[in-house]
């Protein structure tokens, strides 16, 4: 079907267009391998399987490095400590690492209060 520059097909049918990009390759006149990009010859991405992690703390102490999820909510009633700033009771904050990223360690301190702490690993 030949599509004029107005938009709309000679045959007066209504016009299809193509979502996204498709790149050629130029000596094969096929859709390009491009790695990261996927093509017809690259497989898809192999699932991963996360564990996840629930504890209710009183104390000081550190989420490791590695995890790529990890929430925190106070549920008691003084303030706490998270990577450096105040939660307030009540409040909760989560950090999420970028697809194929993992975060590093994250300090926390509960004394005086409860906070419940959340990891994806």
């Not at 016009?15 to 050629?24: D, E, M």
């Not at 399987?49 to 929430?71: E, F, I, N």
């Not at 999420?96 to 994806?120: E, N």
């Amino acid at each position: 079907m030949e599509i004029p520059v107005s938009g709309i097909p000679a045959d007066g049918t209504s016009p299809r267009f193509a979502l996204g990009v498709v790149i050629i390759d130029a000596t094969t006149g096929q859709p390009a391998d491009l790695p990261g990009l996927g093509g017809p010859d690259v497989p898809p991405p192999t699932p991963v399987t996360r564990t996840a992690a629930l504890a209710s703390v009183t104390t000081a102490g550190s989420v490791p490095a590695g995890c790529t999820q990890a929430s925190f909510a106070n549920s008691g009633a003084a303030n706490a400590t998270v990577a450096g700033g105040t939660l307030p009771p009540g409040y909760a904050v989560t950090f999420d690492a970028p697809d194929g990223d993992t975060l590093a360690a994250i300090a926390y301190s509960a004394v005086g209060t409860t906070l419940l702490v959340s990891t994806v690993a």
